[in-house]
């Protein structure tokens, strides 16, 4: 059982920010620091996309389209993970998911999503 809970969406007008936290508990709680930790995004009618990752040694990965607009990062010690979102556009509008990938830990351990939070950019 892996529970995460994502923070901190809303209503940005383009060209602005956010910063979302997602917090980890659960089986997770003593082995956070063993899972690769990212962020999904879906809009509604389509398939729900993992666009950024962040590894276990906290090496991050992004979409090639994403680069320099959004960052991830991680708090092994507090069990958080954070997407800091710069020069949000309209085609940003979603639904943003936190994931966790723990199968350093045991390969049944992967596939966790939260519930997601609302991020909508409109003037």
């Known amino acids: 059982q892996v529970r995460l809970v994502e923070s901190g969406g809303g209503l940005v007008q383009p060209g602005g920010s956010l910063r979302l936290s997602c917090e980890a508990s659960g089986i997770i709680d003593n082995l956070f620091s063993d899972c690769t930790m990212g962020w999904g995004r879906q809009v509604p009618g389509e398939q729900r996309e993992l666009f950024t990752t962040i590894t276990r040694a906290g090496k991050g990965y992004i979409r090639d389209s994403l680069k320099g607009r959004f960052n991830i990062s991680r708090d092994n010690t507090k069990r958080m993970v954070y997407l800091q979102m710069d020069n949000l556009k309209p085609e940003d509008t979603a639904v943003y998911y936190c994931?966790?990938?723990?199968?350093?830990?045991?390969?049944?351990?992967?596939?966790?999503w939260g519930q997601g939070t609302q991020v909508t950019v409109s003037s």
């Open positions: 994931n966790a990938d723990c199968r350093y830990y045991s390969n049944t351990l992967h596939g966790f």
